[in-house]
Nanobody, 133 residues
Framework: QGQLVESGGASVQAGGSLRLSCLAS????????MGWFRQAPGKEREGVAV??????????YYADSMKGRVTISRDNAQNTVVLEINSLKPEDTAIYYC????????????????????????WGQGTQVTVSS
């Protein structure tokens, strides 16, 4: 069973940027859906961005609320998934989690990755992002 380890969380001022990394070890999930979710204090966990890489290319999906401010990328050679967040706002304060769907992509509903927490069964411990105004 693979392990996911996040890094890059920090305390930053509003308007700043952060680069979060997720390193996969063991099972690298190179052909699976992987992504980032976040959980703000007192709120449910929500999807931020997911990515899938196949021979035909890379497909990414972003939460509508984050489009234009986030970029997700994947480096299978380094077994990492990176989330870059720009123009950070205080409401971005949350614990950010890396997640992987260990199910083979062939069996993923609709043939695409989704920002649905229940579809991901491998999770990292999370990294804290705090944005001050």
């Amino acid at each position: 069973q693979g392990q996911l380890v996040e890094s890059g969380g920090a305390s930053v001022q509003a308007g700043g940027s952060l680069r979060l990394s997720c390193l996969a070890s063991g099972d690298t999930y190179s052909a699976n859906c992987m992504g980032w979710f976040r959980q703000a204090p007192g709120k449910e966990r929500e999807g931020v961005a997911v990515v899938h890489t196949a021979g035909s290319g890379t497909n990414v999906y972003y939460a509508d609320s984050m489009k234009g401010r986030v970029t997700i990328s994947r480096d299978n050679a380094q077994n990492t998934v990176v989330l870059e967040i720009n123009s950070l706002k205080p409401e971005d304060t949350a614990i950010y989690y890396c997640a992987a769907n260990s199910q083979p992509f062939l069996f993923v509903p609709g043939g695409r990755c989704h920002l649905v927490e229940d579809e991901y069964d491998r999770w990292g411990q999370g990294t804290q992002v705090t944005v001050s105004s």
